[in-house]
C-alpha cells in the first residue's frame, strides 16, 4: 500500500526546460545572495527581490505576502496563471538555506525550478488557478514554527475558503548518481521496492494523497525521460513531512513533496560543501519538464514537425 507501481508510456521526451537558465539561477542564489538564513534578513529580502523580478519578467500578476518576523520584514513572493476563480493548483519551494551553508540542492534548486516553471507557463494557455510560491524561512530555528513563510501561505488560502486541488512541494530536485549504492533510504526493507541507485525523482506524500501522487505520477512517467518513483506513507512512520508540504496537510489541503530525497542521496545535505557544481542540470530540466507535464496547460501556438 506505500507504493505506487505505475505503467510507464513509452514516447520521445520533449526538453523544454533550460539547463543553462537552471544553474545560473542556482549560482546566483547560492554565491551571490550568500548566506541566505534566518540570521541574514537583508540577503533573504535581496533573494526575494531577484525572484520577484524573474516572475515579473513573465506574470502581470506578482504579489508580496510580507510578514514580520524577529522585528524584520520576510516576504513569500507569488506569481499567478491561469484563471482568477476555481481550484488552485500551488507549487512552491522555499528559498532560504540552513546556517551559512549555500544551499545549492536545498533549495536554491527547488527554487529555480520554480522560477523556470514560471517561464514555461508563460509561454501556455493556463486553463486552472496555478499559484508559484517561493517561501521564506522553511530552515530551522523556523521549521514547524508559524514563522515559516508556508505556514502563512496555506493558512491564508484556509482563511479565505480558498478551493485547492492539491500543493506541489520542490524540494531539493538537484542531486543524481547513476553509481551503485548512491541511494539510501529510511528503512531497509525498502531496497526490496526502490532502486539502489540515486537517479529519479520521487513523488512522496500520506496514505490520503495516493490519488494526487497516482494521478501525477502517470504524467510524469509517461515519456522515455527521468524516472520517476513514489511512496505514500502514514506521516508517523517515515520522515515525509520535512519540508514546506506539511503546513499544507495541517491546513486540510491535500499536497506532496517531490525531490532528489536530501540525505538519503545527497552527502553535502546541510554542509558548506552544497555548491552549485555538484548538482545535475540536465536531469533538473528533466525534473522541471516532469512538473509540467500534468499541469492543465497547451501550448498556445501550434507545434509543427519541420
Same mark, same amino acid.
Request: glycine share 6%; aromatic share 8%; hydrophobic share 40%.
Given at each position: 500500500?506505500?507504493?505506487?507501481?505505475?505503467?510507464?508510456?513509452?514516447?520521445?521526451?520533449?526538453?523544454?526546460?533550460?539547463?543553462?537558465?537552471?544553474?545560473?539561477?542556482?549560482?546566483?542564489?547560492?554565491?551571490?545572495?550568500?548566506?541566505?538564513?534566518?540570521?541574514? #534578513?537583508?540577503? !533573504?529580502? @535581496?533573494?526575494?527581490?531577484?525572484? +520577484?523580478?524573474? &516572475?515579473?519578467?513573465?506574470? %502581470? *500578476?506578482? =504579489?508580496?505576502?510580507?510578514?514580520?518576523?524577529?522585528?524584520?520584514?520576510?516576504?513569500?513572493?507569488?506569481?499567478?496563471?491561469?484563471?482568477?476563480?476555481?481550484?488552485?493548483?500551488?507549487?512552491?519551494?522555499?528559498?532560504?538555506?540552513?546556517?551559512?551553508?549555500?544551499?545549492?540542492?536545498?533549495?536554491?534548486?527547488?527554487?529555480?525550478?520554480?522560477?523556470?516553471?514560471?517561464?514555461?507557463?508563460?509561454?501556455?494557455?493556463?486553463?486552472?488557478?496555478?499559484?508559484?510560491?517561493?517561501?521564506?524561512?522553511?530552515?530551522?530555528?523556523?521549521?514547524?514554527?508559524?514563522?515559516?513563510?508556508?505556514?502563512?501561505?496555506?493558512?491564508?488560502?484556509?482563511?479565505?475558503?480558498?478551493?485547492?486541488?492539491?500543493?506541489?512541494?520542490?524540494?531539493?530536485?538537484?542531486?543524481?548518481?547513476?553509481?551503485?549504492?548512491?541511494?539510501?533510504? #529510511?528503512?531497509? !526493507?525498502? @531496497?526490496?521496492?526502490?532502486?539502489? +541507485?540515486?537517479? &529519479?525523482?520521487?513523488?512522496? %506524500? *500520506?496514505? =490520503?494523497?495516493?490519488?494526487?501522487?497516482?494521478?501525477?505520477?502517470?504524467?510524469?512517467?509517461?515519456?522515455?525521460?527521468?524516472?520517476?518513483?513514489?511512496?505514500?506513507?502514514?506521516?508517523?512512520?517515515?520522515?515525509?513531512?520535512?519540508?514546506?508540504?506539511?503546513?499544507?496537510?495541517?491546513?486540510?489541503?491535500?499536497?506532496?513533496?517531490?525531490?532528489?530525497?536530501?540525505?538519503?542521496?545527497?552527502?553535502?545535505?546541510?554542509?558548506?560543501?552544497?555548491?552549485?557544481?555538484?548538482?545535475?542540470?540536465?536531469?533538473?530540466?528533466?525534473?522541471?519538464?516532469?512538473?509540467?507535464?500534468?499541469?492543465?496547460?497547451?501550448?498556445?501556438?501550434?507545434?509543427?514537425?519541420?
Amino acid at each position: 500500500m506505500a507504493t505506487q507501481p505505475v505503467m510507464s508510456v513509452s514516447g520521445k521526451p520533449r526538453t523544454y526546460a533550460d539547463a543553462e537558465a537552471l544553474k545560473g539561477h542556482v549560482t546566483m542564489l547560492s554565491e551571490t545572495f550568500h548566506p541566505r538564513s534566518a540570521a541574514h #534578513p537583508e540577503n !533573504l529580502q @535581496r533573494v526575494a527581490t531577484y525572484i +520577484e523580478l524573474q &516572475f515579473k519578467k513573465v506574470s %502581470g *500578476r506578482v =504579489s508580496l505576502q510580507t510578514f514580520i518576523v524577529d522585528g524584520h520584514p520576510v516576504h513569500n513572493v507569488i506569481a499567478k496563471f491561469g484563471p482568477d476563480t476555481g481550484r488552485t493548483i500551488v507549487i512552491g519551494a522555499h528559498y532560504d538555506s540552513a546556517q551559512l551553508t549555500p544551499g545549492a540542492d536545498d533549495n536554491a534548486s527547488g527554487v529555480a525550478g520554480l522560477i523556470e516553471l514560471s517561464r514555461l507557463l508563460a509561454d501556455r494557455e493556463v486553463l486552472q488557478p496555478i499559484e508559484l510560491v517561493a517561501f521564506t524561512l522553511e530552515e530551522p530555528p523556523h521549521f514547524k514554527t508559524t514563522n515559516m513563510g508556508s505556514y502563512r501561505h496555506a493558512q491564508s488560502l484556509r482563511h479565505a475558503a480558498r478551493q485547492v486541488d492539491y500543493m506541489i512541494g520542490l524540494e531539493m530536485i538537484g542531486m543524481f548518481s547513476d553509481a551503485p549504492g548512491s541511494q539510501r533510504y #529510511p528503512h531497509p !526493507l525498502m @531496497r526490496r521496492y526502490f532502486p539502489d +541507485e540515486g537517479n &529519479f525523482i520521487a513523488i512522496v %506524500g *500520506r496514505l =490520503s494523497d495516493i490519488g494526487v501522487t497516482r494521478s501525477l505520477k502517470f504524467a510524469m512517467a509517461s515519456d522515455a525521460g527521468l524516472p520517476v518513483i513514489s511512496i505514500n506513507s502514514p506521516r508517523e512512520w517515515l520522515p515525509i513531512e520535512l519540508s514546506d508540504h506539511l503546513n499544507y496537510w495541517d491546513a486540510g489541503f491535500d499536497a506532496v513533496m517531490i525531490t532528489d530525497t536530501a540525505y538519503y542521496r545527497n552527502p553535502n545535505y546541510h554542509r558548506a560543501t552544497d555548491i552549485p557544481e555538484t548538482l545535475d542540470y540536465k536531469r533538473m530540466a528533466m525534473v522541471v519538464d516532469a512538473v509540467l507535464r500534468p499541469l492543465p496547460t497547451r501550448l498556445r501556438v501550434l507545434e509543427t514537425t519541420p
